[in-house]
């Protein structure tokens, strides 16, 4: 069965950096579907960030993201990015991939990888 391994996440001061990775075990590709990154912060409902589509042509974003984040994919090394910057307290979450992305954006997938915490200080 495919997987999902999101990774890159850690500690940060607020204002700082941090760029997620997000690849696919098990054997499948991704290449042709449209990625997501998603989040999740303690007692909060899971929410959606970005999307991206297979040619990296069409992006989304959320508003509360918008113009600090930025999502990209390398399709030859099966890996969505999420480059994070101005990082705010309240951008604390475990982090995640998925897909396909519908438009518009839903949460409701059946399988969700680890996830990666991201903290970030104040």
């Known amino acids: 069965q495919a997987q999902l391994l999101e990774s890159g996440g850690g500690l940060v001061q607020a204002g700082g950096s941090l760029n997620l990775s997000c690849v696919p075990s098990?054997?499948?590709?991704?290449?042709?579907?449209?990625m997501g990154w998603f989040r999740q912060a303690p007692g909060k409902e899971r929410e959606f960030l970005a999307a991206?589509?297979?040619?990296?042509?069409?992006?989304s974003y959320a508003a509360s993201v918008k113009g600090r984040f930025t999502i990209s994919r390398d399709n030859a090394k099966n890996t969505v990015y999420l480059q994070m910057n101005s990082l705010k307290p309240e951008d604390t979450a475990v982090y995640y991939c998925?897909?396909?992305?519908?438009?518009?954006?839903?949460?409701?997938?059946?399988?969700w990888g680890p996830g990666t915490q991201v903290t970030v200080s104040s």
């Open positions: 998925n897909g396909p992305v519908p438009y518009p954006p839903t949460t409701k997938y059946d399988y």
């Open positions: 098990g054997g499948t590709f991704f290449s042709s579907y449209t």
């Open positions: 991206i589509n297979w040619s990296g042509r069409d992006i």
